[in-house]
């Protein structure tokens, strides 16, 4: 190929990087709520309200009440898929903060589109986000469940996920808070003594020994009491504290009718706890209060230091009987509010403090104190910062990384003592075919890894788009493959890759061995036409980025010339057209080595063009290489070796069939005759670098 087409191929392909691609419409959420959208996003819903707020959304009614809201992605995160494009996934979120449904309407994802199958388990994916809490990743299913497109997944339900938390948030539903907050609105039944087991009421039992203690300690042994002692051991005060505001807490004391009755006459923003009590010492005698008669002297709140009295319009005595059951069973028991201007806080811990005054010429006042802080069960606390996609990615496949970690060391070292291998010929037959089994096999049919020019787009566009650089190491296993095929490209050509690495290219090759030793006849094309026919490969390489990053092919048809989602991530189960495609590239491989990869293969292409600026020449060569001997060059299964003896780098596999040869003191004819000569007293034989 002439170094000037190859540059205008080049520059047509960065030129192509900027255009635009192909957009969803945001805005009309209601015009994509199809019923089938629905039936998805929230089946059973009775009525929709408008679109509205800001993010925007849409209420779902049901019995009159609003029970959810539905929302689209596209609408308020925009999120990018792999193409650069956002994706539509439109979902639904009660007010609880759990998802309803999810469906994607539209996207250009490009290995979802077209796969019929990957298509119906995206649905299945996104579908089983019903009913999980947001605050919640159990039962997730893992976005391998779309194998072949765990980024556009992953990428999918972070994006529902974050936009359900933004539409809760601004609407002051869910429990999604940005500090952490009281919940004052849940509810689930509790008993008192669950209560008292949860810590959500806390009790302290005074005896007339402990008040008797406390007043000689303060040396007031002689000071009169208006309830006087009794024996050491008697009951002199047990009394029980405990915010009340929560519902669940004021609401299983009560009763959620009565809890809402008596917040409403509690004075406005005052948070409210309650105090109960049993013995003879009465904590709201109304005969004690402070000076000005508008404070109780025999209780108090303390926080952070600071007393806080309670005042008489703030205190409502709640009704009991004997033989009640919970704080209706106690002797005494009242709510008391704490007004906005106390600067009580009730997140933070707080004492009770129930004063005991003596009269006499000194007047003395004991504290008996009971600590309290509201049960974490009780407070909304914010979401922690979700871990990013690309880390949960790389968190989750950590086998897979080692794995092929492992693989790419050894391959490093198979070049690095390639010299070496090569002269076993049997062992770098065992070694070469083991690889490209594992290649094809693990790398490909399991982990779903296969280099494409989808992914050539993709890193090239990737700077000058807006996708974040996270969104693309969210394919740990490909990222890895790309940087390794990258500087190996540099370093040693495009035969690393194509040679080792593809697990097409190792399909079609291990098959060819197959057809070979069967019999199957093959087919060299001239010289001539083996260079025509590589043409194909740099002209898919210009025309697929083209089509598909231009409004041109917006669904990324072209892409399907590579038969890689088809035979490798699908394993030959999509729809027969495809399949045909593949197979008859294959049957063609059977026959002509490689084919696919020679003429056609957009990537290899790509990878071709690269290989110009590689830095190293692994493959030996003699001054004989060419003229007068041609053994290499019938050696090479594609024919990468000119008639001259040269090695087009850019066509070759590194399969190193050629440097078995080359090693072959029974087959290089120099070598044979070096032999002889040697066995006659002459030198070693003359190695030169790839001419
Ligand atoms: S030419 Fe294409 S199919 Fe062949 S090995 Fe290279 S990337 Fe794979
Ligand atoms: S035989 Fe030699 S030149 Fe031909 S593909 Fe293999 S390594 Fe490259």
Not at 187 to 215: D, H, K, Q, Y
Not at 550 to 570: H, L, N, R, Y
């Amino acid at each position: 190929m002439k170094s000037g087409c190859r540059s205008v191929i080049c520059v047509v392909f960065m030129a192509l990087v900027f255009a635009s691609p192909a957009l969803a419409e945001k805005g009309k959420l209601r015009e994509r709520l199809t019923p089938a959208v629905m039936a998805v996003v929230h089946p059973g819903a009775e009525r929709l309200g408008a679109e509205e707020g800001s993010p925007p959304a849409i209420a779902v009614y049901q019995g009159g009440k609003i029970v959810a809201y539905v929302f689209s992605t596209l609408d308020i995160v925009a999120a990018l898929g792999y193409t650069a494009t956002p994706f539509d996934a439109i979902a639904g979120v009660d007010l609880k903060g759990r998802i309803t449904g999810a469906k994607v309407v539209f996207h250009n994802e490009p290995y979802i589109l077209n796969d019929t199958r990957r298509e119906r388990l995206l649905d299945t994916f996104l579908a089983r986000e019903a009913g999980r809490p947001l605050r919640s990743s159990a039962d997730m299913l893992p976005p391998d469940f779309v194998a072949g497109a765990t980024v556009s997944a992953r990428a999918m339900r972070a994006a529902v996920a974050a936009s359900a938390r933004l539409v809760l948030r601004a609407r002051g539903a869910g429990g999604m808070v940005s500090v952490p907050t009281l919940d004052a609105d849940s509810f689930n039944p509790m008993s008192w003594e669950e209560l008292l087991a949860t810590g959500a009421i806390s009790r302290r039992r005074i005896t007339s020994g402990e008040v008797a203690t406390a007043l000689a300690a303060a040396g007031a042994s002689e000071t009169t009491l208006d309830v006087p002692l009794g024996r050491p051991d008697d009951l002199y005060v047990e009394f029980m504290a405990g915010l009340f505001t929560p519902r669940a807490i004021g609401g299983n004391l009560l009763g959620l009718q009565s809890f809402e009755e008596y917040l409403r006459v509690m004075p406005f923003g005052a948070q409210v706890i309650f105090v109960a009590a049993n013995g003879p010492y009465d904590f709201l005698d109304l005969k004690h209060r402070s000076a000005d008669g508008r404070r109780f002297a025999r209780l108090r709140v303390v926080q952070n230091g600071q007393a806080i009295d309670f005042e008489r319009d703030g205190i409502r005595r709640l009704p009991t009987r004997p033989g009640g059951e919970g704080v209706r069973g106690q002797q005494h028991a009242a709510l008391l509010a704490l007004a906005p201007e106390t600067g009580f806080d009730p997140l933070k811990p707080w004492r009770l403090e129930l004063l005991v005054n003596g009269a006499g010429a000194a007047p003395v006042r004991v504290a008996f104190g009971l600590d309290y802080k509201i049960p974490d069960f009780h407070v909304l606390m914010p979401e922690p910062p979700p871990v990013a996609a690309w880390v949960e990615a790389w968190r989750d496949n950590r086998l897979n990384i080692a794995i092929l970690a492992v693989l790419l060391s050894l391959l490093t070292l198979i070049f690095v003592f390639q010299a070496t291998l090569v002269r076993f010929r049997l062992a770098h037959r065992l070694v070469r075919n083991a690889f490209l089994v594992v290649v094809l096999v693990w790398l490909g049919w399991t982990a779903g890894v296969q280099l494409s020019i989808v992914n050539a787009i993709n890193y090239v566009r990737g700077p000058f788009s807006e996708v974040d650089i996270g969104f693309y190491l969210a394919e740990p296993l490909m990222v890895m493959v790309a940087i390794y095929t990258l500087v190996s490209v540099v370093l040693i050509g495009r035969g690393v890759f194509c040679g080792w690495l593809c697990p097409f290219g190792a399909l079609q090759e291990l098959l060819g061995q197959l057809s070979r030793a069967l019999g199957v006849p093959q087919w060299q094309p001239s010289a001539q036409l083996e260079k025509r026919l590589r043409i194909g490969k740099y002209i898919a390489a210009a025309a697929v980025p083209a089509l598909v990053i231009t409004a041109i092919d917006p669904s990324a048809v072209s892409t399907e010339i590579e038969p890689f989602k088809t035979a490798i991530i699908s394993k030959f189960t999509r729809a027969w057209p495809y399949v045909l495609y593949a197979g008859a590239l294959l049957a063609i491989g059977l026959a002509c080595e490689r084919a696919y990869c020679r003429f056609l293969c957009p990537l290899g292409g790509v990878l071709a063009v690269l290989d110009r600026l590689h830095l190293i020449d692994l493959l030996k060569r003699r001054p004989e290489c060419g003229n007068p001997c041609h053994l290499c060059e019938r050696s090479c299964p594609v024919g990468a070796i000119e008639t001259t003896g040269r090695i087009v780098t850019a066509e070759c596999f590194q399969c190193l069939d050629c440097q078995v040869e080359y090693f072959d003191e029974a087959r290089c004819p120099p070598l044979v005759r070096d032999a002889k000569l040697r066995g006659a007293g002459a030198p070693a034989p003359v190695t030169v670098g790839n001419a």
